[in-house]
Every structure is written in structure tokens, then in C-alpha cells.
């Protein structure tokens, strides 16, 4: 069974620092890419960030680039979000995906929901002005 558990999210004043974790099961870690999407209540969902585990290419959307990075533990199956400088405008639930990555090149990850294949559970960031 496919599991993806995001967790590590509460409240923090602006400017502050959060760092989520994502863990898998279920499937081959390395064969997938990682990818954390967020929404805010009555808000569509928006991509936030995505890396292939196999050699972490990472890809940021333009609202956290800068303040946002992401990184990887193949060995436990576990993807992390590094959230700095947090605004409140990054209020959301945060989940994690997994997304099959592709190749033109070089390995790419996508924010493209509907290729997204495995969703988790989300978790909730407030940050407060």
C-alpha cells in the first residue's frame, strides 16, 4: 500500500522557520519524484516545489524561490521542505506528492497535478503577521 505522510507543520510568526518532512511507503523512493503542493481554504491548490530523488534536481515555484528549499533522505524514504523567511501568505496546508519523473536531457520533476500519483495527508502551516 502507498503511503505519504507529510507532517512537522504549526504555527510561527512571520519571518520564522518550519521544516516539514514527508515520508513514503509502498513504493521505490528513487524511481519517483517528491513534489509539496499547498492550498489555502477556497484558494486553488498551487504548486510549491518538486525534486527528483534520484539525483535532486529540485524546481520552485516563484512565490517561495529563495525561501524555500528542498531536500531529500533516500536511505529513509523521506523528503523535506526547509520553509524560511515564512510570510503570511504562506498560511496553507501543505501535502506531499509523488509524480513519476521525466526525461528530455536531463531528469525532471513536475508540478502538474494531474500527473501527481500518490497524494499524503496534508499539514497545517500558520504563520502570523
Known amino acids: 500500500e502507498v503511503q505519504l505522510q507529510a507532517y512537522g507543520g504549526g504555527e510561527v510568526q512571520a519571518g520564522g522557520s518550519l521544516r516539514l518532512s514527508c515520508t513514503a511507503s509502498g513504493f521505490t523512493f528513487d524511481n519517483y519524484a517528491i513534489g509539496w503542493f499547498r492550498q489555502i481554504p477556497g484558494k486553488e491548490r498551487e504548486g510549491v516545489s518538486c525534486m527528483t530523488t534520484v539525483n535532486g534536481n529540485t524546481y520552485y515555484g516563484d512565490s517561495v524561490k529563495g525561501r524555500f528549499t528542498m531536500s531529500s533522505d533516500n536511505a529513509k524514504n523521506a523528503a523535506y521542505l526547509q520553509m524560511d523567511n515564512l510570510k503570511p501568505e504562506d498560511t496553507a496546508v501543505y501535502f506531499c506528492?509523488?509524480?513519476?519523473?521525466?526525461?528530455?536531457?536531463?531528469?525532471?520533476?513536475?508540478?502538474?497535478?494531474?500527473?501527481?500519483?500518490?497524494w499524503g495527508q496534508g499539514t497545517l502551516v500558520t504563520v502570523s503577521s
Open positions: 506528492t509523488a509524480s513519476l519523473p521525466f526525461y528530455y536531457g536531463r531528469v525532471y520533476c513536475t508540478l502538474k497535478e494531474h500527473l501527481q500519483k500518490h
